[in-house]
Nanobody, 123 residues
């Protein structure tokens, strides 16, 4: 059983930056590909980014490409999401998730989920 805990969310002005972290425990972190998803109020949970177990392969939603960067540190059992040039439409709860095997954009394929961290962007 893997436990995931997100942190780093908060209130940020449009154009600013922040870094989300997701700390994993209870499993072999390097066995999992990791993903970030987000859910805005009243909307479905959407794929944001994913990274392979070794950090070599990364994938992004078109809406965040060039502004968001996913990375991981297997020694620290942590995956990160660097968010730059934030926009009001980035306001959402952000969730990290873990999946065995290849990273995927499909939320239903992820085994483990964190509780989420809220990001609010003011204009």
């Amino acid at each position: 059983q893997v436990q995931l805990v997100e942190s780093g969310g908060g209130l940020v002005q449009a154009g600013g930056s922040l870094r989300l972290s997701c700390a994993a425990s209870g499993g072999t972190f390097s066995s999992y590909a990791m993903g970030w998803f987000r859910q805005a109020p009243g909307k479905e949970r959407d794929f944001v980014a994913a990274i392979s177990w070794n950090g070599i392969s990364t994938y992004y939603a078109d809406s965040v490409k060039g502004r968001f960067t996913i990375s991981r540190d297997n020694a620290k059992n942590t995956v990160y999401l660097q968010i730059n040039s934030v926009k009001p439409e980035d306001t959402a709860d952000y969730y990290c998730a873990a999946v065995v095997g290849r990273p995927t954009r499909r939320a239903g394929e992820y085994y483990y989920w964190g509780q989420g961290t809220q990001v609010t962007v003011s204009s």
